[in-house]
């Protein structure tokens, strides 16, 4: 069963805190991508990876951070230099530079 | 630049009737655009999209979109709303560009069924 996979479906986040969100995928995509969602609003991009042991900043990279050792997995740190960390969180892969991209289910990350 | 405009934030419809969701994007040569679906707490799913082939594309779950070009326009139709169609979406382009490729969302479009 093919697809991406993130985890955890909720975290908490303590002040200070930094904390990881898992993205996998087995579709065997060499690109993958970081969104973030707040209400009422569209996507926007944080991090992306064309390839393994790479990236690339997105439009809102400040207080975040990736990494890319695995063609399967892209996970995302959000540091305690993010102020307002509070949203929905979206990874997605592409398996042909971007143009068509997968998503995955998502994480709500909320601040305790 | 590249952009996306959904001129409505939310859309309410009467169970089988028509739906018309309105995307307007501003691109300076023949673009890729998608419409995308978004269930509550879910990931988004892919409908349909757009690359230069016919102009009328059709998607899942009985929606389709037409490309026009002397329009800027992308906007999303239905026949007849169903409850299930009830969610987010949101159109997108793609940017080819020589800081990387990527997609460029408009802000959503909610779409509610009433019985």
């Known amino acids: 069963d093919g697809g991406i996979t993130q985890s955890p479906k909720y975290l908490f986040r303590k002040e200070g805190q930094n904390v990881t969100l898992s993205c996998e995928q087995n579709?065997?995509?060499?690109?993958m991508y970081w969104y973030r969602q707040d209400p009422g609003q569209g996507l926007r991009l944080i991090y992306y990876?064309?390839?393994?042991?790479?990236?690339q900043k997105g439009d809102i990279a400040e207080g975040y951070s990736v990494s890319r050792e695995k063609k399967e997995s892209f996970p995302l740190t959000v540091t305690s230099a993010q102020k307002n960390p509070t949203a929905f969180y979206l990874c997605a892969s592409s398996p042909n530079r971007g143009e068509t991209q997968y998503f995955g289910p998502g994480t709500r990350l909320l601040v305790l | 630049a590249q952009s996306v405009t959904q001129l409505d934030s939310h859309v309410s419809v009467s169970e089988g009737t028509p739906v018309l969701l309105r995307c307007n994007y501003s691109s300076s040569y023949s673009p890729s655009l998608f419409w995308y679906v978004q269930h509550p707490n879910k990931g988004l799913q892919l409908l349909l999209k757009y690359t230069s082939a016919a102009t009328l594309v059709k998607g899942i779950n009985g929606f389709e979109a037409e490309f026009k070009k002397s329009e800027t326009s992308f906007h999303l139709t239905k026949p007849s709303a169903h409850m299930s169609d009830a969610a987010e979406y949101f159109c997108?382009?793609?940017?080819?560009?020589?800081?990387?490729?990527?997609?460029?969302f408009g802000g959503g479009t909610r779409l509610m069924v009433k019985p």
């Open positions: 997108v382009v793609f940017n080819r560009g020589n800081a990387g490729n990527m997609l460029t």
């Open positions: 990876s064309q390839i393994v042991n790479d990236f």
């Open positions: 579709l065997n995509h060499d690109a």
